[in-house]
């Protein structure tokens, strides 16, 4: 039988991408300059899919607002998982609301429509379907080993380099999969849903399906550079394209003096000021702005930043209605960057700002910098390592 | 104010195309709801109450026609009862009609009636449509021509929807109330509204007032009102039919709030640009003065155009519309702006044709394009809030203001500070959004004897719109004052049951004075909620604090105004209002 509805798990927030998902869930932070969500629900629509199910839980309101009662013309059926215990527990909430077979995908990673299909079109023979695909660096997602199609072990973050296939996290289930999630036992109160899957992969009841094409995913911050580099790469962008890799909305205003060097995208509403250079490889987001005489290189600049007149930003990710006043100085990575205990070494990034923070004229960051959400720095200081959230920074 | 459906070519899906149509109209009333089916014979079904009193009514039994109308009341003649529900119908039982309007020949009509041996069942001005059709259909005229005779003796407002039993067809008549076509693959329909058939169709023809519309299963035609055919364009209605769900949210009312930052977007796109400070309307007017005509909501965007429009210095006034026809203003040169989010709201359109009427140039403010208030004024500027489904107003005040804030800067000439301003705000509106305590505010005043809301200058028309939004979903007493009135009368009110919500932006004058203000409230021990943006020190006289984000003082009036919907929202919420539908009102009003 076809399947013609997918469930969508956009309940979690990604912790390890603070301070950027302060206010909004990770499947809301920008692919270059729209919403990671969105081109999941554009695979899934372009697949043929005709009913959404969003599970939201943390910060749901900003998945409502954003995409409302429907999505290209599909309408979506808004799910609550109100304590975020896992994705098998937020699939758990949707059962009222599928089908006999469905579609099961991340909401926070960038797919095509493909893989979609792809897992769609295996289901006619098999009860659990998932989408595997060759990834350079298996270690850092979940592994899978399989033969002859049918998937015989599952392994989240492997030692080993010999695991060269992941799970995609586009999966295809009939109702059985409820029954797997209910047997699955807790870890720590979560209820993951590669728990439930492992188990059905234990009975190798598990068919895996080979795609290929875009796949990224941003564990932390500074992924999203990466994920901008490789959306922008693809061309999948939503802006009509101006010239070789440069995408302008319509409803943008760039002034003729300003120099848009591709690849690079411009939301609309944005206005890039005379003798701006932005790019390559930035995404500047809706409603914002690039004062005149600012250089942009490697940046995804999300909704309603400002970037004052003769800044300079390199390898920088802000998150919405981030001002940084004139002459503001991110000279860009390599970087040593901490994430809780952690120290990430060499890291491509300049600086993240989370939303709303107010930087005044003349502020620098030294590489690697993570300001925390609404802080103020204040005129002419130099900034390092972390700022917290709402502190305010003085000279 | 009423909704009204129609449709033919359905077959047996007929009575649930109605009661669908009607579901989505409820916005316009829902004290009672009726339908009628004619096909050889004709059947009536309809109750007092909301639209499931009538869904449980109709359960079970078997109506089926091919042709039928439907109509969801807001009372305005006679009490809401089953009898005087539409549909209604003649003594032989034959005809059916819906009507939204107010007849105001009626009463000379229905004497003429009874004289002439009609019984009559109902206290409605309606009721005499079906007797007039009676009337002709006896004298020998079919029914198409019994229908227009029947209309040609109406005076008032009216959109109007007749079914007479062994026709299939439905004819319908419209005069200052809205009435759209819709065009389907295999059937056609009528309503007040759009989204009463969007489900079907995306094509649709606008009526103009005098016209006149048939369908039958085969044939739609516009006529005017001598029966000569009118050639018209059918228009493709942009939305989407799933724009009016609820998206999650328990309240259309709460998903409108949150849709502002969005809304606003829309209304600021490719109207600014900040670079080279400049706005650009396609709106041409060039006015020495400037007279706003508005009701409810709108009226209280329209005191904040006349502030805006003062401060540019241009003269300003507003007019509550109902009022304005009664001592008209004069008007020469001056610019009549009616300010109606639907389009449709009577008073205001009869405030325009007065003004209209005696000379002056009008703009019409709205939401809805292809309202009677766009057609009717000589130019239109669209708020672009998108369609606003809950009955209290919420993101088309944010438009509303945002409109009009444009509207002065296109005369004017703008400052990149004032266009920086206008694109911060969608930003700020959705910081509002994350950080608000409205609800902890609501709760802790919750049981409160009465709810006062004071302002000065822009913040004075947003204290009357916190009020009016507090009391039509929350029923509890609420009043808005200018705060430096305070003093001159309303203070005698204030008791220490009595939360006090001071608006106070900025650090100036204005501030200073309010804050003075709040000392006098603070002194009569009722607390204080300062709504602020935490320029002046007005926290340390405050009980509580909804802050907002620093920003220009046009801008903080819509924050601060969002601030007091998420209180008002939050308020109804913890009573169980109906916050959606409040009881004896209708989203827009379509009689005076």
């Known amino acids: 039988m076809t399947i013609d509805t997918a469930v969508v798990l956009a309940a979690g927030e990604g912790n390890r991408l603070r301070p950027l998902t302060h206010n909004r869930p990770k499947p809301m932070l920008p692919a270059a300059n729209r919403p990671i969500l969105e081109y999941v629900l554009d695979a899934l629509v372009d697949a043929g899919i005709s009913k959404l199910c969003l599970v939201v839980g943390y910060k749901r309101d900003r998945v409502q607002d954003h995409f409302g009662p429907t999505y290209r013309d599909v309408p979506i059926d808004y799910v609550v998982q109100k304590k975020q215990l896992g994705s098998g527990h937020a699939l758990q909430q949707a059962a009222g609301a599928v089908d006999d077979s469905f579609v099961v995908v991340n909401g926070d990673r960038v797919i095509q429509s493909k893989m979609v299909s792809a897992v769609v079109d295996a289901h006619e023979d098999a009860s659990a379907v998932l989408a595997v695909l060759e990834h350079g660096n298996a270690q850092r997602y979940g592994a899978v080993d399989v033969e002859n199609d049918t998937i015989t072990a599952f392994v989240e973050k492997p030692d080993r380099r010999a695991f060269r296939l992941i799970n995609a996290g586009v999966y295809a289930f009939d109702r059985s999969i409820f029954d797997a999630l209910a047997r699955a036992d807790r870890i720590d109160g979560t209820l993951p849903l590669t728990t439930a899957v492992e188990s059905l992969v234990a009975e190798r009841k598990v068919q895996a399906v080979r795609t290929n094409g875009l796949w990224v995913d941003a564990t932390y911050p500074w992924d999203l550079l990466e994920v901008a580099r490789e959306v922008l790469r693809h061309g999948l962008v939503e802006a009509p394209e101006r010239d070789r890799d440069v995408w302008v909305a319509d409803s943008a205003r760039i002034d003729p003096e300003a120099t848009l060097q591709g690849p690079v995208v411009v939301g609309p509403d944005t206005e890039v000021a005379a003798g701006a250079v932005v790019g390559p490889n930035v995404a500047l987001g809706r409603n914002a702005t690039v004062g005149a005489n600012a250089t942009v290189e490697g940046a995804v600049l999300d909704t309603d930043t400002r970037v004052g007149a003769g800044s300079v930003l390199v390898d920088c990710v802000t998150g919405h209605d981030v001002h940084l006043g004139p002459a503001t100085v991110v000279p860009g990575g390599p970087a040593d960057v901490q994430v809780g205990d952690a120290i990430h070494r060499g890291e491509r990034l300049g600086a993240v700002f989370g939303d709303r923070v107010r930087a005044e004229g003349g502020v620098s960051c030294a590489p690697g910098t993570l300001v925390g959400t609404s802080a103020r720095l204040r005129t002419g200081v130099v900034v390092a390592g972390q700022v917290k959230t709402d502190t305010e920074v003085v000279r | 104010m009423c909704g009204i459906v129609g449709c033919v070519g359905r077959g047996e899906e007929t009575l649930s195309t109605l009661v669908h149509g009607l579901s989505k109209l409820e916005y316009r009333g829902y004290d009672s709801a009726g339908v009628a089916l004619a096909d050889g014979d004709l059947d009536v079904v309809k109750r007092a109450g909301e639209l499931d009193d009538l869904r449980a009514a109709l359960d079970g039994d078997s109506l089926s026609g091919r042709v039928g109308i439907g109509h969801t009341r807001w009372s305005t003649h006679g009490p809401p009862t089953d009898a005087n529900a539409h549909p209604h119908r003649d003594c032989t039982e034959r005809v059916a009609v819906v009507h939204n309007g107010i007849i105001e020949n009626y009463e000379d009509l229905k004497a003429d009636l009874l004289e002439a041996g009609h019984e009559f069942r109902s206290d409605t001005d309606t009721e005499v449509v079906p007797h007039l059709v009676e009337d002709r259909l006896a004298a020998g005229d079919d029914p198409e021509a019994a229908v227009r005779a029947a209309v040609s003796r109406l005076e008032g407002s009216y959109a109007i929807a007749v079914v007479v039993a062994g026709d299939d067809r439905v004819f319908a008549a419209r005069e200052d109330s809205p009435l759209v076509l819709g065009l389907g693959d295999d059937a056609y329909y009528l309503a007040s509204d759009v989204p009463a058939f969007r489900e079907f169709t995306d094509r649709v023809v606008y009526l103009e007032d005098g016209e006149f519309a048939v369908i039958s299963a085969d044939e739609w035609r516009v006529t005017d009102d001598e029966g000569r055919r009118i050639d018209r364009d059918v228009d493709t209605v942009e939305w989407s039919p799933e724009e009016t769900g609820k998206s999650g949210y328990d309240h259309f009312m709460l998903k409108e709030i949150h849709e502002q930052p969005r809304s606003l977007r829309q209304c600021l796109r490719e109207r600014v640009s900040e670079l080279a400070g400049s706005v650009s309307l396609d709106v041409d007017v060039d006015p020495d003065g400037v007279q706003f005509v508005a009701c409810g909501t709108s009226y209280h965007a329209a005191l904040c155009g006349v502030h805006l429009f003062q401060q540019a210095g241009i003269p300003a006034q507003a007019f509550l519309a109902s009022e304005y026809a009664t001592s008209p203003p004069p008007v020469d040169g001056d610019l009549v702006v009616g300010v109606t989010q639907s389009g449709e709201t009577a008073d205001t359109l009869s405030a325009l044709r007065e003004a209209k009427r005696r000379g ?52 004017t000439g703008a400052s990149r500070h004032d266009i920086a301003a206008l694109r911060d705000l969608p930003g700020n509106v959705q910081q509002v959004l994350d950080e608000s305590d409205a609800e902890e505010i609501a709760r802790a005043y919750e049981g409160s004897d009465a709810y006062f809301f004071i302002g000065r200058g822009l913040q004075f028309p947003v204290s009357l719109e916190g009020a009016l939004k507090f009391k039509e979903i929350s029923y509890e007493h609420a009043e808005g004052f200018a705060a430096g009135e305070l003093k001159h009368g309303p203070l005698a009110l204030v008791t220490e049951n009595t939360p006090v919500f001071a608006l106070v932006t900025g650090d100036g004058e204005q501030a200073r004075k309010t804050i003075g203000n709040v000392k006098e409230v603070e002194a009569r021990g009722a607390p204080v909620v300062a709504v602020t943006d935490g320029k002046s020190d007005v926290h340390r006289y405050a009980d509580h604090v909804l802050d907002i984000p620093a920003s220009d003082q046009r801008t903080a009036a819509i924050l601060a105004n969002v601030q007091l919907q998420l209180v008002s929202y939050h308020a109804a919420a913890l009573l169980g209002r109906s916050i959606d539908k409040p009881r004896n009102l209708a989203k827009s009003v379509t009689v005076e």
């Open chain 2, 360 to 411: 002056a140039e009008t703009l019409a403010v709205t939401n809805v394009v292809g309202s009677s208030v766009s057609r009717e004024c000589d130019q239109t500027l669209y708020i672009r809030a998108g369609p606003e489904i809950g009955v209290a107003a919420t993101k088309t005040f944010s438009s509303q203001v945002v409109a009009l804030a444009l509207l002065v800067l296109s005369l």
